[in-house]
């Protein structure tokens, strides 16, 4: 797994040992953030009428499922656990989920946004609901880095798969 932060080879017996220099790293930060801004997302929508307008419902799907795999993933890589499961192309899977993130944070940014009306009769509910409108922006621009970030991850840097793979491994 080069590329990504951490890697160390970890025994396969052994208990996950937290890694708290991922944070640091740029794709672990980028998690972090994606963490924080999608549970602003998802809270601030939560706290308005959103049942009333069904627009919504699409925007509250989104912020919250991509909030929670994103929390897997960092528990995952926090915990080392992607090295356990070495025989998962963890690189691969993460550029996949923040790319599918990106483009349907986007199309929830642009749901948010258009049923975002200036003449709502709850004042709060505008506020929350232009707040969740940039936030959703926010969230899917710290996606879109993540998926270059972890796209030169799952590349290697100019090391190839099966090299990486093995290497990591033996």
């Not at 672990?28 to 049942?51: K, P």
């Not at 483009?103 to 948010?112: D, M």
């Amino acid at each position: 797994m080069a590329g990504l932060p951490g890697a160390r080879s970890a025994s396969p017996g052994s208990p996950p040992a937290l890694d708290g220099s991922f944070l640091l790293s740029p794709l672990g930060g980028l998690m972090g953030a994606q963490a924080v801004l999608g549970l602003l997302v998802w809270s601030l929508i939560a706290a308005t009428t959103y049942h009333l307008h069904a627009a919504y419902g699409w925007v509250m799907f989104v912020s919250l499922f991509f909030w929670i795999l994103t929390i897997l993933f960092l528990v995952t890589y926090l915990l080392q656990l992607h090295q356990k499961f070495y025989m998962v192309p963890w690189p691969l899977v993460l550029m996949i989920s923040n790319a599918v993130a990106t483009v349907l944070y986007l199309t929830a940014f642009v749901t948010s946004a258009a049923a975002v009306q200036p003449t709502s009769w709850r004042q709060w509910d505008y506020n929350r609901r232009a707040a969740a409108s940039f936030f959703a922006c926010v969230t899917m621009i710290i996606y879109g880095v993540s998926t270059f970030f972890s796209f030169r991850a799952w590349k290697g840097l100019g090391s190839n798969a099966a090299t990486s793979q093995v290497t990591d491994h033996v």
